[in-house]
């Protein structure tokens, strides 16, 4: 860092950002808000003439604010708050304090506010897509299980069916005295499903024409056009890891450390990262070790895992699949290698996928 270099925290709030700005000595120059839009940030800087280190929290508004400052040509630095103690348990929680937190953090070290690199604006309305048809099947999922709870209640059973076909199997299984109270949620059912199928239809095109690099991962058994794309919208850069192995700790499935001493406790996983693909990974890793899995290294693994038997085996040996398999899907992309579920990484030679 420059010595000279102007330093400004802002904390963004959902209608107006606190903004502070410290000169070269550390000394605060202005304090003051503006408008948490478009419009706001552009007049804020446009009346920066010299190039500076703009530091702000992740949040909602952190990716398109971050992108708008550093097309300004300022230096943006976008500090992850699970790292930063002095943002989230101070005892003076006020906007106006927190953008000074910020500004003097990163005048003295970037590295103390473990930055975080925020997804190009492409990726982020992409990702969209992915995330719109998580909500919808979360709804879906939630007004089936209303509908067999109702029925359960009344002494009935719905037969066991997708949840993609259970509109259409479920009307004739409805009592004559249940169909007022479930006729509409089932409709809604089928009008969800119509629309899911509409945003498997865009997966699989942006899948094909934006990022042909998801054929890769699909080589794994297990791995859909859902994870596949999630995961390349996530990483955006393989290159970015010096190391395939990073990928696991980078989406928080490697188990939190706490040594000192003699004392080295197992803990569960940090569950730092991106929450929604690592919830895809694991739903993946329940897969291949479930009963439509086929036999491949990451099976062998779990079932190694579970085998050892005690309290938690089971759900250790899905975390530690799901782990692996991000370190796998991470080594396909940057390599073109032919995916072979037995043997591969092993030392066996790989070809070159055309």
Known sequence: MESARVTVGLDLGDQYSAVCVLDAMGKVVEERRVRTTREGMEKMCGQWSDRRRVVMEVGTHSPWASRLVEGHGHEVVVANPRKVRLIFQTDRKQ?????????????????????????????????AVVKSRDCLVRSRTSMINHVRGVMKSMGYRLRKCSGASFHR??????????RPALLPVVGVIGELTAQIERYDREIERLCAEAYPETRLLRQVKGVG???????????EDPGRFEKSRSVGAYLGLRPRVDQSGSSDRQLPISKAG?????????NC???????????????????????????NAKKRAVVAVARKLAVLLHRLW???EAYEPVGYGKGKQAAVCG
Not at 99 to 117: H, N, T
Not at 169 to 178: A, D, H, K, S
């Open 95 to 127: 906007d106006k304090v927190d953008a000074e937190v910020l500004a003097r953090l990163g005048r003295m070290d970037v590295k103390l506010l473990s930055p975080i690199r925020h997804r190009g604006a492409r990726a982020q309305a992409d990702l």
């Open 169 to 178: 199997r479920v009307l004739e299984e409805i009592p004559e005295e249940l």
């Open 225 to 235: 056009a859902v994870t596949a794309l999630s995961y390349v919208l996530a990483i």
């Open 274 to 282: 991106d929450e929604f693909l690592r919830r895809l990974l694991v």
């Open 285 to 311: 890793a329940h897969y291949i070790l479930g009963p439509f899995g086929e036999d491949c290294e990451l099976r062998r693994k779990g079932e190694e895992i579970a085998a050892r038997g005690g309290k």
């Open 334 to 336: 940057v390599t073109g």
